[in-house]
């Protein structure tokens, strides 16, 4: 069974900076696509960042653009969601999810196969 679980989230001021951390528990044969997604009080869930297996292709929305880096270290099945001057409208649950799709398949209409519970982050003004 294939478990996600962030970490990371917590309270920050506009400017600050947060590292999210998404582990996830797989064969080591297994290679997972894993993204990032967040979702803000009254809003729906939208697509943050996506990294391949490798770490040779990744993709943000245009929101976070210069400001949120995806990293991800295989030795660990880890993923990681740098976010540097945050906003307060980077205010969210953030999840990580996983799929074994390709990068392209998961971006043509953002269905993953395996998400965590979510981890919160606020950032104050």
């Known amino acids: 069974q294939v478990q996600v679980v962030e970490s990371g989230g917590g309270l920050v001021q506009a400017g600050g900076s947060l590292r999210l951390s998404c582990t996830i528990s797989?064969?080591?044969?297994?290679?997972?696509?894993m993204a990032w997604f967040r979702q803000a009080p009254g809003k729906e869930r939208e697509f943050v960042s996506i990294?391949?297996?490798?770490?040779?292709?990744?993709n943000y929305a245009d929101s976070v653009k210069g400001r949120f880096t995806i990293s991800r270290t295989n030795a660990q099945n880890t993923a990681y969601l740098q976010m540097n001057s945050l906003k307060p409208e980077d205010t969210a649950v953030y999840y990580c999810a996983a799929t074994l799709r390709t990068p392209a398949q998961a971006l043509s209409d953002l269905r993953f196969d395996y998400w965590g519970q979510g981890t919160q982050v606020t950032v104050s003004s």
């Open positions: 797989r064969r080591t044969y297994d290679r997972f696509v």
């Open positions: 990294i391949s297996w490798s770490g040779g292709y990744s």
